[in-house]
């Protein structure tokens, strides 16, 4: 008698359903190997990304970026930028977050974000809507006891849409 199965036996019947699934089971592995790889891909790109805004970013602000945490908080009317000095009682970095900020304030307010341009790109998202619109964002600055904030307001849905994306774009480039 024949070892193999013939037509219409059962094992034949299992092989080809099982086909299916082998099949299934290795595309699933392809896409995590694939998912994988572009990930790590990713990190690279994303890290490397980040050293260049930290290098050009230590050029501009006066400031540690090390002893620093800048933080971007979205709200209805556009945002809140803070820096504030990781250690409370370090006054030099304190002093320096305060005077950048409020350099920051008047140039902003006049349309000028050449220091953000200079450190995320020209093509910054948000960027283009802030210089043309600077004249209805309005720009406050705040000293805190650890550092400053610059708060930006618009009654604009388009400009509180231009500051969303460009507080986001900096989060992505500072991590």
Request: hydrophobic share 40%; net charge negative; proline share 5%.
């Amino acid at each position: 008698m024949n070892s193999a199965a013939a037509p219409g036996m059962p094992g034949e019947q299992a092989a080809r359903r099982s086909r299916p699934v082998i099949a299934v089971a290795l595309a699933a592995l392809l896409v995590a190997a694939g998912s994988l790889w572009w990930a790590t891909r990713g990190d690279s790109q994303v890290e490397a990304r980040r050293a260049d805004v930290a290098a050009k970013g230590a050029a501009v602000m006066p400031f540690d970026l090390n002893k620093t945490t800048h933080v971007f908080e979205k709200n209805g009317t556009g945002g809140v930028e803070s820096v504030t000095a990781n250690d409370p009682a370090d006054t030099e970095q304190i002093e320096l977050i305060r005077g950048h900020l409020q350099n920051e304030r008047t140039k902003f307010a006049r349309g000028d974000f050449d220091d953000p341009a200079a450190i995320h790109g020209m093509d910054m998202p948000g960027l283009a809507a802030l210089r043309a619109g600077a004249s209805r964002v309005r720009v406050e600055y705040a000293s805190t006891s650890d550092g400053a904030r610059l708060t930006f307001s618009s009654t604009e849905p388009q400009l509180v849409q231009g500051m969303h994306d460009w507080f986001d774009a900096q989060t992505s480039d500072h991590g």
